[in-house]
């Protein structure tokens, strides 16, 4: 039988995102990560549960699960070693498989690994590996594999596996994070961050409303030219290729937005000691630089500068990820909108040795493939745009995804043609203007993308407003029949139509500046909101003010309670009043113990002041009982 061996916090980095979604969701945030290993022939089910059983006492992180502590706060506990059964599974068809590879874990319950018996396509034996994405990321899925090759080759062998000891354990290093050895490096962290989110501009796409499905638009690209293009323009800039492909997709991205200042989230691991190098767990965690578009810079000072900002984020990195959003949403809430996009770039490219990559033509032609995935749920870590650079020596893969409710299609495609024409330009003459390159580009943004089901335009365009997004922004809220937006003598005036008598100017405009977490443009609060309100009875007008009242009493109560704060003001978001994000998953079970439902853990992140959030609560369809809350 099982028994606990020890508990404590979570590492930090996306193992926190993960536990988060777990606990609102009970589903994982992102797919896990699986590999097969080849045995033998013959191998039995029995000499391959041998093998595991060294992984896994090897491994504590395999032999752990997720919950909270009695204070709520995320917390792992490892388990005593155990066999783990190896599943047969050489007669599952192909649908069994994929479904045995994709099944979520129950991380609060069960180990996050699962071990199967399969054949390979070759008909050879092979032993199926799959992890929860709260344990494992690529890093540590290439640790595992090598340790397994190690031990299965030992257990065959009947001998000892020849490997190091595991120095850092995720505990350890969780401990390690949170210890006075780490003091000085956190506070100049939330020293440095507090300054740098507040240069980051609020987001660069928009959208209406948060959809409830959306469908991404994917365009894939393997030019044979781009390895040497990339490695030539790095070595004559004396830039890191990461770098340079970041100042690349700056470019593309700013010339299909218009935009001067473009946030990017780039990925760091946080890992301050060599031994972490070698941690079994999920410690990228992605924070954000403001790449700033400067017509007269050259691109070696802009892709160098980039490099300088990332170095710097990194150095900054040790931070409670958590914390971190927290911070984020606070700024985001001072400055009325979300900061960052949900735009995300990745570069994993692995250069080879030699320069061979550079031999390769300088252009074969436009190779982008665009597809548009099928309807999939809208969640609030959706990203709107991921780009990605990936693959090693002369093979360079690019992907970019495009949420196509928020950029559409067209738009997109833009990004990913601009990234290749700016590679074929900066390959003749590295050290051109960002104007200039810019102005290469221009030709391929036409126009504004349309999207496809409400024909309207999508993406903003600098200091441009349109009244449109302004009106279906407002009839968004539930209080509002129909609005016009106009311009009276230099100013933005909107004419709105209510059904609540109550509903204010100042009410309104708060709406409004909420929704700019999703559709942030320049402009898009009107300087006056006329509101039109209609007759209603001294009766109906008092019960609406009631249930108004109760909802938000009750919405700020268990914000108030949950979080254990003195008082809470209504006219500030959640993470203003000091509402913890990890604690959101109970204030939403607490509300629905009260007998309201309507919001979502992302309500929560967004900066939207209580008021706000609480017209959105509606009669919950079934309670829950609030009392551990």
Request: a negative charge; aromatic letters at 6%; proline letters at 5%.
């Amino acid at each position: 039988m099982e028994k606990l061996v020890r508990r404590g916090p979570l590492q930090w980095g996306m193992a926190c995102g993960e536990w988060l979604t777990f606990q609102d969701e009970r589903k994982a945030q992102y797919p896990g990560w699986w590999f097969e290993h080849e045995v033998p022939e013959g191998t039995s089910v029995r000499v391959l549960e041998d093998a595991v059983a060294v992984l896994v006492e090897r491994h504590e992180i395999l032999r752990t699960t997720f919950d909270v502590d009695e204070d709520g706060c995320p917390e792992q506990r490892v388990w005593s070693p155990e066999r783990v059964e190896v599943h047969a599974l050489e007669q599952a068809d192909p649908d069994q498989l994929q479904a045995f590879r994709t099944r979520d874990f129950l991380v609060d319950s069960e180990w996050p690994c699962r071990f199967g018996r399969v054949l390979r396509g070759t008909g050879a034996p092979a032993l199926l590996a799959c992890f929860s994405h709260i344990v494992v990321d690529n890093r540590a899925k290439e640790i595992l594999k090598q340790d397994l090759a190690v031990i299965m080759d030992a257990v065959l062998a009947k001998r000892s596996p020849d490997l190091p000891p595991v120095e850092w354990q995720p505990l350890d290093y969780a401990l390690y994070e949170r210890s006075e050895k780490t003091a000085a490096l956190r506070r100049r962290a939330e020293e440095y961050w507090a300054g740098a989110l507040d240069r980051i501009p609020v987001a660069t796409f928009n959208i209406g409303e948060a959809p409830e499905t959306v469908r991404y638009v994917d365009c894939r690209s393997s030019p044979r030219s781009a390895a040497g293009q990339l490695e030539r323009i790095a070595q004559k800039l004396d830039a890191p290729m990461n770098s340079v492909f970041a100042g690349v997709f700056s470019i593309a991205l700013g010339g299909a937005t218009a935009q001067e200042v473009v946030p990017l989230d780039v990925t760091t691991h946080g890992r301050v000691t060599r031994n972490a190098l070698n941690v079994v767990a999920p410690l990228a965690r992605a924070v954000i630089i403001p790449s700033v578009l400067l017509p007269d810079q050259s691109f070696g000072d802009f892709a160098r500068g980039l490099h300088r900002l990332t170095f710097q984020a990194n150095r900054y990195s040790m931070v409670d990820t958590l914390e971190y959003t927290e911070w984020r949403a606070v700024m985001s809430g001072r400055k009325g909108g979300e900061i960052g996009s949900r735009i995300a770039l990745n570069f994993m490219y692995k250069q080879e040795g030699g320069h061979h990559a550079a031999d390769a033509p300088s252009r074969s032609g436009p190779q982008w493939e665009s597809t548009v995935s099928d309807p999939v749920e809208y969640r609030s870590f959706s990203h709107h745009l991921y780009v990605a650079a990936s693959g090693s020596g002369a093979r360079l893969e690019f992907h970019v995804s495009g949420n196509e409710a928020v950029i559409g299609r067209g738009n997109t495609e833009v990004v990913a043609r601009s990234i290749t024409d700016l590679l074929d330009h900066l390959d003749k003459d590295p050290d051109r203007s960002i104007g200039g390159l810019r102005g290469e580009i221009a030709g391929l943004v036409a126009a504004p993308s349309r999207d496809p089901i409400h024909g309207e335009p999508v993406i903003s365009r600098g200091d441009a407003f349109r009244p449109d997004f302004i009106d279906a922004a407002l009839q968004t809220h539930a209080g509002v029949k129909e609005a016009r937006t106009r311009l009276e003598e230099g100013a933005l005036v909107t004419e709105a139509a209510v059904s609540e008598p109550s509903l204010t100017e100042a009410e309104l405009i708060a709406f409004l500046k909420s929704k700019r977490s999703y559709r942030a443009v320049s402009r898009t609060i009107p300087d006056r909101i006329r509101v039109e309100r209609p007759e209603t009875s001294a009766d109906s007008s008092t019960e609406q003010n009631a249930a108004a009242s109760d909802a938000a009493s009750a919405l700020i109560d268990c914000v108030r309670t949950v979080n254990r704060l003195g008082s809470v003001d209504a006219q500030l978001s959640y993470a203003e009043c000091g509402g913890r994000f990890f604690r959101i998953p109970a204030v939403l079970r607490r509300l629905r113990g009260l007998g309201y439902e309507g919001l979502n853990r992302n309500d929560l992140q967004m900066p939207c002041s209580l008021t706000i959030l609480a017209g959105r609560l509606g009669p919950a369809q079934g309670r829950t009982s609030a009392h551990e809350d």
